[in-house]
T-cell receptor, first 118, second 114 residues
Framework: GAVVSQHPSWVICKSGTSVKIECRSLDFQATTMFWYRQFPKQSLMLMAT?????????EQGVEKDKFLINHASLTLSTLTVTSAHPEDSSFYICSARVGGSGGNTEAFFGQGTRLTVV | AQSVTQLDSQVPVFEEAPVELRCNYSSSVSVYLFWYVQYPNQGLQLLLKYLSGSTLVKGINGFEAEFNKSQTSFHLRKPSVHISDTAEYFCAVSESGGSYIPTFGRGTSLIVHP
């Protein structure tokens, strides 16, 4: 299957700083990428849908000014957690889908990023 | 809108025993169904998917699932589990012909004991 690479795998940052997480589709072009947040022992919560060349669509309750998403190319989307606080500590996962009407229905997932804010 | 219910949060089994992880969904339209596996501190890996056709779907690692439209279920089964199958399993549904954004269940933790 297609490969989605997420970097870094884990990061520790100080409260008040910003952290950028990258999500790359290595062997396909992803017109749409998704960002999820996962709390311990819980399911994945969709944060936002990122479309190449346009603004991300955020789910209700997700602060767009806190979680900045950029999808500048067909193979790269970034999530920046701005002014991070301990409550932002979580496991963040991206996924990518080959776009197009009737296109591939499967979403491919990155390995996730464990963010710890101290 | 669709939703997914995974009835068991944790399923303990002994090695080489069979296992079934339950998944029920609700949707007003036709759906695609998926099972994903997540190992600790890793992303999700697709085990199998149902898009159309045969209701019995075979996936990787010896897993299979059966789509039952009348019962709106998509239970995951394996006839003989290994220690290495210990992981979190997520059932997901997306509306066919829609945005394909999957909705995930809360997950079932499969714990295989020696």
């Amino acid at each position: 299957g297609a490969v989605v690479s997420q970097h870094p795998s884990w990061v520790i940052c100080k409260s008040g700083t910003s952290v950028k997480i990258e999500c790359r589709s290595l062997d396909f072009q992803a017109t749409t990428m998704f960002w999820y947040r996962q709390f311990p022992k819980q399911s994945l919560m969709l944060m936002a849908t990122s479309n190449e060349g346009s603004k991300a669509t955020y789910e209700q309750g997700v602060e767009k000014d806190k979680f900045l998403i950029n999808h500048a190319s067909l193979t790269l989307s970034t999530l920046t957690v701005t002014s991070a606080h301990p409550e932002d500590s979580s496991f963040y996962i991206c996924s990518a889908r080959v776009g197009g009407s009737g296109g591939n229905t499967e979403a491919f997932f990155g390995q996730g990023t464990r963010l710890t804010v101290v | 809108a669709q939703s997914v219910t995974q009835l068991d949060s944790q399923v303990p089994v002994f090695e080489e025993a069979p296992v079934e992880l339950r998944c029920n969904y609700s949707s007003s339209v036709s759906v695609y169904l998926f099972w994903y596996v997540q190992y600790p501190n890793q992303g999700l890996q697709l085990l199998l998917k149902y898009l159309s056709g045969s209701t019995l779907v075979k996936g990787i690692n010896g897993f299979e699932a059966e789509f039952n439209k009348s019962q709106t279920s998509f239970h995951l089964r394996k006839p003989s589990v290994h220690i290495s199958d210990t992981a979190e399993y997520f059932c997901a549904v997306s509306e066919s012909g829609g945005s394909y954004i999957p909705t995930f269940g809360r997950g079932t933790s499969l714990i295989v004991h020696p």
